[in-house]
């Protein structure tokens, strides 16, 4: 696929880095033009450094790696306002909270997701990888053991659950496998409007964090269910 994504930081050379693995082109657009061609290098591959509405125009899919702070500036810059994204899958993996709070700072009852798609009229927002740190997605797939579960990481073992939502089918379907191109294990909770419940978690998850507390100790483990028709 072609990707673009708009950031230089930690998240978008980690997505970045897995995404080259799997034989991906990648155009990163980042506020600061040094920064981005300082990635593209560390990347290798088939990427290149642009501008932001570089990044943004005739992707089949655009990552919005950047803080909540930066993300009315890059896009803004990448023309999100004039339609630039139209169409696009547009992948948030923001966590638009307090730091060491967690607690949810955008208003728009649709959280940071909604106040993106609302910022980016007519881009498909799939709202994805907001959980995970970075380093998650920097280990490097195939290690000579079993690759039964198909996650590339050789251990037979299931990648992480990457809970996703959005409305368009096509987004879901395209985010879902770079998902699954980076060892994760997509989830489509619903439609975008559950993803302020996505960002809610993050929040929770952080708050206990920094409060000294295994966020994992404070959730109960149920059995999945199948369901039978």
Avoid at 12 to 23: C, D, M, P, S, T
Avoid at 73 to 82: K, N, T
Avoid at 114 to 120: D, H, L, M, S, V
Avoid at 164 to 193: F, K, M, N, Q, Y
Wanted: some cysteine.
């Amino acid at each position: 696929m072609r990707i673009g994504i708009l950031g230089t930081g930690s998240l978008a050379e980690g997505l970045g880095r897995g995404w080259v693995r799997a034989g991906h082109e990648l155009v990163i657009g980042g506020r600061s033009r040094a920064k981005a061609d300082a990635l593209a290098e560390r990347l290798g591959g088939p990427t290149r450094a642009g501008t932001p509405r570089e990044a943004a125009t005739g992707r089949d899919a655009v990552l919005l790696a950047v803080l909540w702070e930066g993300v009315e500036d890059v896009l803004r810059s990448a023309g999100a306002a004039d339609g630039q994204l139209a169409g696009t899958p547009l992948i948030d993996p923001t966590n638009a909270v307090e730091h060491g709070v967690g607690v949810l700072l955008p208003e728009h009852p649709g959280g940071a997701a909604g106040q993106i798609a609302a910022a980016a009229p007519g881009a498909h927002v799939v709202k994805a990888f907001h959980l995970f740190p970075a380093d998650q997605w920097t280990r490097p797939p195939g290690n000579g053991g079993d690759n039964s579960d198909g996650n590339g990481d050789g251990d037979g073992a299931p990648g992480p659950t990457v809970a996703i939502c959005g409305d368009d089918e096509t987004a879901l379907r395209i985010t879902s496998d770079l998902v699954r191109d980076v060892g994760g294990v997509p989830a489509v909770l619903g439609p975008l409007s559950r993803a302020r419940q996505l960002e809610e978690v993050a929040g929770f998850v952080i708050g206990l964090a920094f409060a000294g507390v295994d966020p994992a100790s404070a959730i109960p483990h149920v059995p999945s269910r199948t369901v039978t028709a």
